[in-house]
């Protein structure tokens, strides 16, 4: 055999086995990112599909006069929902607080609003605990059209506050096949 043909065969050998190799790395490489991104790890997003998503908001340090005003936090709530794109079915909400219970058992409810938004998706809802500066907020929605994000950015931005913890929660996941 001459020596070109014995470097061609070897040069053969070592192409197909850096292509066998590199083919290995790019496969492992690849299901570690799929594997990642569907587990929401190092704050990358998802790749879950999901009927809905859940925002859970809570917010400190905000101003007591606006956690005891039911008529403007109506209106952020109402917005909040309008932002989200979504159908506003009904809007309910209720000051808290005053006197105790009858109930000797009964401590007094701490003062605050609470609102809800009834949605043809879910809802939107907040609980304030005005003489604390607390508000809790509670974001649903379902269906493809409905953007929960686009409402807790709005609210972050409406509703002043010198703490904040957003935790977001997919609802009703779907089984991608392709995966």
């Not at 859970?56 to 917005?79: F, H, K, N, W, Y």
């Amino acid at each position: 055999m001459a020596t070109w043909q014995y470097w061609l065969g070897w040069g053969i050998v070592f192409i197909l086995s850096v292509t066998v190799v590199f083919g290995a790395v790019y496969f492992a490489v690849h299901l570690f990112v799929k594997l990642l991104k569907r587990k929401g790890a190092f704050g990358m997003e998802t790749t879950v599909k999901a009927r809905g998503l859940h925002a859970i908001v809570d917010l400190a340090g905000c101003p007591s006069g606006l956690l005891g005003d039911q008529e403007i936090l109506t209106s952020i709530m109402r917005e909040a929902a309008n932002k989200a794109q979504a159908t506003i079915m009904k809007v309910v909400s209720y000051r808290l607080g005053g006197p105790p219970s009858l109930h000797p058992a009964a401590k007094k409810t701490p003062d605050g609003i609470s609102v809800y938004v009834g949605l043809d998706e879910s809802h939107v809802t907040c609980h304030t605990y005005q003489e604390d500066g607390l508000i809790a907020i509670d974001i649903f929605v379902c269906g493809r059209n409905a953007i929960a994000r686009a409402a807790v950015g709005y609210l972050l931005k409406e509703i002043p506050h010198k703490k904040q913890s957003v935790h977001y929660i997919n609802r009703f996941v779907e089984e991608d096949d392709n995966e």
